[in-house]
């Protein structure tokens, strides 16, 4: 919490940078703000003091997953400005936020939301046996471009007045974050603006991008404060539906939510009440494809298809998966070689690992033990786990300080294999791999002994191969259907040792 006496001070504004920049230490934006960050924040804590700040250029650019939508990112001093104001006002919200509401909370995430909308369903099952119970799920039109702003500023100045008549806060502080609040709200975001990127504008409908949006209308999705904010509008809604209707067995994340009862018929009420209410309070209405059905049907929410006993991973997140793993096939694989040198592998793994994330929180073994038989190159690559969702990359040592345990990394990993190694300018074979080459009288006109050079004892013998015939040996060993690993060195660790990486499978 922010000195009564000193908002916006240099100090308030350092500690807003420092949460601003986590995570996002490389990005262009940050990096341009720390070459003069002494002189950013000056600028920014005196424009603050002096109430003359005022939001900058964002900038606007289209995704396409789950579905087309325009992100508006702004300026990395305006977030620093975010940052600064969005604590203040949690602090006075949290007390009065229901307890089911899941977006953009700490502790309040979508696995948090899934959990406890998994105990709603065993709650009601108990209640309505021997029925199952029923659910309606409903979401909001067109939400972020519906919110009416002046109606949200309205509901800030109240909450600030009542805050400020309990003693909550200090008139300045009232008066402070009154003033940073409308000075986000005032102006449509959509009017400084630059659009980049690609897809092009023109692949969102017209009915979803903010510049459609009515002049007292819209708040940007990407924000910190849009977030917070959409928070905040719709706790009307949250509390309507606690206190008034009232529904014991409610959950919200964003603006999609879910009512659950023994009745069906009470929902059907309840439904109506719920139109009502967001017309006339919110401006605001119900997307036609609402859901009301029993429990036994499963509920599909925030990526899962949810049961009482169970969940599933959803339909579509799993399409999406098949998609991107269908794409890296056609580009990494000739059936049964797998190169790897054009590929970022540490972007692979991070998709994976974001993919087995979200199925660690289903009941996903079968799904994860067919997506490997499917997609037998990922077996080359990473070592599953389907019983906690997790894997570990085969194409380079996760803890090796020496060349002998790199070797021996690799020589674990693929032990039927011919392990070739980048040592240097050169390729090297180890121990029984230079043994069996030279049995083969073919293979001998290729490799020349090491000598002058010092290996362990289970290392030995030694040969290598010049880069010049390295493509001529390995295009050898695939006609003869000798399985092979190529590792070669990538860059440095921190410990000054080079990094070694698998780079090229041929498994026979």
Known sequence: ??????????????????????????????????????????????????????????????????????????????????????????????????????????????????????????????????????????????????????????????HLEKMGRKGKISPEKHQWLRWLSHRLLETHPARNVVYVGNPPRHCVPEHKRLAAASARCGLPIGNLTSQFFANVYLNELDQFIKRRLPCRHYLRYVDDFVLLHPDRQQLQVWQGQIEAFLAEKLHLDLRAATRLAPLGNGIDFLGYVVRADYRLVRNRVIAHLHEKLQSQTCRLTAEPYLDLRNTDLDALHAMLASYLGHCR????????????????????????????????????????????????????????????????????????????????????????????????????????????VLSTFLQHLRLNALPYVLVEEQGFLRSGLKQRVAMEYYYG
């Open 1 to 158: 919490m922010m000195d009564n006496e000193n908002f916006g001070s240099f100090q308030h504004c350092y500690y807003a940078y420092k949460a601003c920049r986590r995570h996002k230490r490389k990005s262009a934006g940050v990096l341009q703000f720390e070459h003069k960050l002494l002189d950013e924040l000056s600028t920014l804590s005196e424009r603050l003091q002096t109430r003359q700040w005022r939001p900058s250029r964002s900038v606007c650019f289209v995704v396409t997953r789950p579905k087309a939508r325009e992100i508006h990112a702004a300026a990395f001093a305006d977030r620093v400005v975010h940052h600064l104001l969005v604590p203040e006002l949690e602090q006075l919200y949290e007390p009065v936020f229901i307890y089911d509401s899941y977006s953009n909370r700490t502790g309040k995430g979508t696995h948090s939301a899934v959990e406890r909308l998994q105990g709603f369903m065993r709650s009601v099952r108990e209640q309505s046996s021997p029925h199952d119970g029923y659910y309606l799920q409903l979401d909001i039109r067109n939400f972020f471009n519906r919110i009416n702003r002046e109606i949200l500023y309205d509901l800030l100045k109240r």
């Open 361 to 468: 929180h289903a009941n996903s073994y079968h799904l994860l033990v067919a997506l490997w038989r499917q997609y037998s190159w990922l077996g080359k690559l990473f070592t599953l786990n389907p019983a906690s969702s997790s894997i570990t990359p085969r194409w380079k040592p996760l803890q090796a300080n020496s060349l002998k345990a790199q070797w021996h990394w690799f020589r674990q990993q693929w032990p039927e294999h011919l392990l070739i190694m980048q040592l240097g300018w050169r390729f090297m074979l180890f121990a029984q791999d230079a043994t069996c080459c030279h049995a083969d009288l073919r293979l001998q006109t290729w490799l020349h002994p090491v000598k002058k050079v010092r290996f362990k004892p289970e290392m030995r013998p030694a040969v290598y191969l010049a880069p010049a």
